[in-house]
């Protein structure tokens, strides 16, 4: 901004999102400016030369409303869609959202991605995030998770594919777990998996890699990825 000042927004009363109990857990923004923010209430919208707010929640027996409310984590793909990764229960839903029309697209775990039940496994209940999503090229959603590997599920061919950890197959994933995951500009993949160790997926090949000049420290865990 040509002002260069921060403008706090929240507080009470909260301009983003009228509820008090709600917690922001991420953000977007689309090609008009408006702000898409992830909460445990709904997914909220706010314009800033507006100033005008909005807050978008699952309504029973409207599929076009997002499938439950309590939204953790928002991106937005090359498309200006978002997509939304919500926490329902134990399970994990995923909803293709349209942020110009308000309304969802697809749910993405109710049609051909059917993520298993024990996705999430109960005796990793104390971390906060189980499951991280990261937008790709060529309408590639990828998909880490705990226990059971790596997916990819493209929106245009609807096609999914589950890479796992193969004892026998050294250009497997090398952990059963992939916590983070994201792509770069070459389409290729960096991942943190389950001992805080790096993979990397050339994506000419097929192939898995882990990077051996990255050695984190047991005395600390990475929480993220870009």
Sequence with gaps: ?????????????????SDGNSEYQGIASDSSGTLWIATTTGLSSYNPKTKKPQLYTHITGDKTTIICSNVIQIEKDNNGKLWLLMKRNNNYEI???????????E????????????????????????????????????????????????????????????????????????????????????????DNKLDYYDSSTGKFYQVPSFRNSNDYSVSQIF
């Design 95 to 105: 909803d293709y959202f349209d942020p110009y029309k308000g309304k969802v697209i």
């Design 1 to 17: 901004p040509a002002t260069e000042e921060f403008k706090l927004y929240g507080g009470q009363p909260n301009p983003i999102n």
């Design 107 to 194: 749910h993405i775990t109710k049609g051909p991605l059917k993520l298993p039940s024990d996705l999430i496994p109960a005796d990793v209940s104390l971390k906060p995030l189980h499951c991280h999503t990261n937008i790709g090229r060529n309408g590639n959603l990828w998909i880490g998770s705990v226990h059971n590997g790596l997916y990819k599920y493209n929106i245009y061919t609807k096609k999914v594919v589950h890479f796992v950890h193969e004892t026998a197959n050294p250009y497997s994933l090398s952990n059963k777990g992939a916590y983070y995951v994201t792509e770069d500009h070459s389409g290729n993949l960096w991942i943190i998996n389950n």
